[in-house]
């Protein structure tokens, strides 16, 4: 079996981004963390927006069924890339929207996915930051799965999270694993 491939993504909330990339063809697992920040953080540090963090998923994937382009429009798909540090009600540098690149290859795909989507569909400028992929800090266990263990219980994934993943299953639906 060949090794997964790895896409590191921030937009807005982990717990949003893990709930839509877990119901997607050819991805393997979807860890929450955090990333872009100096040291290893916890929740409540990043929480404050003054690690430098933010908070992604880092996606393993398999590139012979989803394509990193592919992943990339259901990322840009599910989010406003077009606000700086904020998505909806979540605001600071935490919940930025941000590429984390593990190649030359994915640097690439990236930018010209931005540029093509800034002409095309984004009315706005896109404000994604594209940078390297630093050291990736697990976050800590309960917001692993946290969608799935959780749903409706929570509001915040009642009015945040099922929206997007319902985009997802109207946008995407021959993209998605069985019973997704």
């Known amino acids: 079996m060949k090794k997964p491939e ?30 872009g920040g100096a040291g290893k953080p916890t929740y409540e540090e990043v929480c404050t927006g003054t690690t430098g963090h933010a908070e992604v998923v880092r996606v393993a994937f398999d590139p ?13 798909a599910i989010h406003d890339p077009t606000t700086r540090d904020r998505q909806g ?5 935490q919940y930025r929207s941000a590429i984390f690149f593990h190649s030359p290859e994915q640097e690439r795909v990236a930018r010209e996915t931005v540029e093509r989507l800034g002409r095309e569909t984004f009315s706005r400028p896109i404000v994604t930051e594209i940078a390297p992929a630093s050291a990736f800090h697990e976050a800590e266990a309960y917001h692993q799965e946290y969608y799935r263990r959780v749903g409706a219980r929570n509001p915040y994934c009642t009015f ?8 997802l299953r109207r946008k995407f639906a021959a993209r998605l694993k069985d019973g997704s």
Not at 10 to 16: S, V
Not at 160 to 167: F, G, S, T
């Open 89 to 93: 009600n979540d605001v600071g540098s």
């Open 6 to 35: 790895i896409a590191t993504l921030a937009g807005g909330c982990f717990w949003c981004l893990e709930a839509v990339f877990d119901s997607l063809k050819g991805v393997e697992s979807v860890e929450s963390g955090y990333m």
């Open 64 to 76: 012979d069924v989803v394509s990193y382009g592919d992943l990339l429009e259901v990322f840009f």
């Open 160 to 167: 945040v999270i099922d929206p997007k993943v319902l985009k």
